[in-house]
């Protein structure tokens, strides 16, 4: 079946960078792009960036455009997501998702929560 | 503050119906840019509920609809049950940003 298996729990220092992978299968992972949705706690879902699987061409949040890169391995195919110099805000649950709508996604991976504090 | 505003909480009886507004702008749903709604249970990853406006996913009851009209969408939810208790999200796209954006979330509670 379509699934996104993600990354485990990290805990890492502010100014630190953190790696988040997400794992496809189920489907043909170099026909779609993969978006990466965050939830701080106590918030709403926000939107991070894509990253295409076809191209490897990106699209990333004007708030993250600075701090994030996204790519994706087809022998792999799995998607990664690398946030650097992080802040306590960032401490979210961090979703990757299938871009399999117009501008929208389909099939959601099952979040991997990244904790920053010192 | 977010780009879609949707109202913190809706509640309702089980049985009856319930609506969630999504209000955007010109630069996004009345832009023309599809609408999605995702819910949102609790320990959970959210899943799709309405695309496009008013597709429904095949394995989502009748009982969730969308519309839109203008710069604003609506979900539409009838029998409720206890079991849509969750977040639901709006979600477009918006050509000033150049982003994705999500709606605030709305907080369903069945009574």
């Known amino acids: 079946q379509l699934q996104l298996v993600q990354s485990g729990g990290e805990v890492k220092e502010p100014g630190a960078s953190v790696k988040v992978s997400c794992k496809a299968s189920?489907?043909?992972?170099?026909?779609?792009?993969f978006s990466w949705v965050r939830q701080a706690p106590g918030h709403g879902l926000e939107w991070v960036g894509w990253?295409?699987?076809?191209?490897?061409?990106?699209d990333y949040a004007q708030k993250f455009r600075d701090r994030v890169m996204m790519t994706t391995d087809t022998s792999t195919t799995t998607a990664y997501m690398v946030l650097k110099s992080l802040r306590s805000d960032d401490t979210a649950v961090y979703y990757c998702?299938?871009?399999?709508?117009?501008?929208?996604?389909?099939?959601w991976g099952q979040g991997s929560t990244v904790t920053v504090s010192s | 503050q977010s780009v879609l505003t949707q109202p913190p909480s809706v509640s309702g009886a089980p049985g009856q119906r319930v609506t969630i507004s999504c209000n955007g702008s010109?630069?996004?749903?009345?832009?023309?840019?599809?609408v999605h709604w995702y819910q949102h249970l609790p320990r959970a990853a959210p899943k799709v509920l309405i695309y496009?406006?008013?597709n429904r996913p095949s394995e989502v009851p009748d009982r969730f609809s969308g519309s839109k009209s203008g710069s604003s969408a609506t979900l539409a939810i009838t029998g409720l049950q206890a079991t849509d208790e969750a977040d639901y999200y709006c979600?477009?796209?918006?050509?000033?940003?150049?982003?994705?954006?999500f709606g605030g979330g709305t907080k369903l509670t069945v009574l």
């Open positions: 998702a299938r871009n399999g709508l117009t501008n929208g996604v389909d099939v």
């Open positions: 979600q477009s796209y918006d050509r000033s940003l150049s982003d994705w954006v």
């Open positions: 189920g489907f043909i992972f170099s026909n779609f792009a």
């Open positions: 496009s406006d008013t």
């Open positions: 010109n630069s996004n749903i009345g832009a023309g840019y599809d």
């Open positions: 990253v295409s699987a076809v191209n490897g061409q990106t």
